[in-house]
């Protein structure tokens, strides 16, 4: 089963960026479908967006569509998360997610 670790959470002020990352222990994650999670205080997971193999199409929830990119580089093993004008709604533990794989997530907090 791949292992995965997410980095790149913190506290940012509303308007302001972050770029998460997530990092993948086998190569085969290269052949992987990969999706980022959220889960806001109180509140259950929710999908962010997906990445299919090669990057070449992308799924974003309404939410984030226009702010959020989601990304890879599958000669490193990553997929990463750019996100722009944060809201304070956007607060939460972000998660990767393949197959039935999860990472350990990483918080993301936006102060208004």
């Known amino acids: 089963q791949v292992q995965l670790v997410e980095s790149g959470g913190g506290l940012v002020q509303a308007g302001g960026s972050l770029r998460l990352s997530c990092a993948a222990s086998?190569?085969?994650?290269?052949?992987?479908?990969i999706r980022w999670f959220r889960q806001p205080p109180g509140k259950e997971r929710e999908f962010v967006a997906s990445i299919n193999w090669s990057g070449g199409s992308t799924v974003y929830a309404d939410s984030v569509k226009g702010r959020f990119t989601i990304s890879r580089d599958n000669a490193k093993n990553m997929v990463y998360l750019q996100m722009n004008s944060l809201k304070p709604e956007d607060t939460a533990v972000y998660y990767c997610?393949?197959?039935?794989?999860w990472g350990q997530g990483t918080q993301v907090t936006v102060s208004s």
């Open positions: 997610n393949t197959r039935s794989s």
């Open positions: 086998e190569r085969t994650f290269s052949s992987y479908h």
